[in-house]
């Protein structure tokens, strides 16, 4: 296997959102804020961009990349909180 890349992390990472989003529907699927769960994909949120421009390239439209960035999150918070 290859050395994992910040390209191939943010890529497999995509992967894993997909199949997520294919599973439960993207509505219902949102990026945590603990860098420490994702080595390798983004260090830190500095280079939050890379990951939502990879999830454009690997396929999700921007509305459902925002959703999964933070939208999904927010409309939640928001939900309990009012």
Request: zero cysteines; proline letters at 5%.
């Amino acid at each position: 296997m290859p050395p994992l890349t910040r390209t191939t992390g943010l890529e497999r990472y995509v992967e894993g959102l997909q199949e997520m989003a294919d599973i439960v529907g993207v509505d219902h699927v949102s990026i945590g804020t603990d860098q420490h769960v994702t080595p390798g994909s983004v260090p830190d949120y500095t280079q939050w961009v890379h990951l939502v421009a990879a999830m454009l390239r690997g396929g999700f439209a921007a509305e459902e990349a925002g959703k999964i960035a933070g939208g999904n999150y927010m409309r939640i918070f928001r939900a309990a909180v009012g």
